[in-house]
C-alpha cells in the first residue's frame, strides 16, 4: 500500500509512494504536520497532544479549522487535510510556526474566540 500527502497549505508534496507516513515537516512552507488517523477528529485530537496542546478541545479545533476556506488556511497556517493511499485514507493537522515558534500557538489563536 502507498500513501500520497500533499501539504493543504503551500501544495508541497510531504509524502509519495510510501507505505507509511509518519508526522514531521512540509519540505515547502516548514509547516509541522500531525495526526495519521482515520478521523479528522481523532488526528487533530493526537495532533494537539503532540503540539502540547492537549488542553484545547479537539471538536473546537476541528470544527474552527474545516470552517476555514483554503485561502483563510493559508493566511493563518492551519489546515486539516487527508492523505491519498490504496484504502482507507487518513486524516493529518497541518500547523505553520510562527516564526520558528511554538506551533501550538497557531492553532490557540485560531479557536481563541470558539473557546470562549
Given at each position: ?84 493511499r490504496d ?5 493529518w493537522l ?19 474566540p470558539a473557546?470562549?
Open positions: 500500500m502507498s500513501a500520497r500527502l500533499d501539504c493543504p497549505l503551500c501544495s508541497a508534496v510531504v509524502a509519495d509512494g510510501v507505505p507509511d507516513i509518519t508526522p514531521g515537516t512540509c519540505p515547502g512552507c516548514g509547516a509541522r504536520y500531525e495526526g495519521g488517523e482515520g478521523a479528522a477528529g481523532d488526528a487533530v485530537q493526537a495532533a494537539l497532544t503532540a503540539l502540547g496542546a492537549g488542553d484545547l478541545d479537539p471538536a473546537q479545533v476541528t470544527d474552527a479549522v474545516f470552517r476555514l476556506s483554503p485561502e483563510e488556511s493559508a493566511e493563518r497556517g492551519v489546515a486539516i487535510t487527508s492523505d491519498a484504502g482507507f485514507y487518513l486524516w497541518f500547523v505553520r510556526q510562527p516564526d520558528g515558534g511554538d506551533p501550538a500557538g497557531a492553532v490557540r489563536v485560531l479557536i481563541g473557546a470562549g
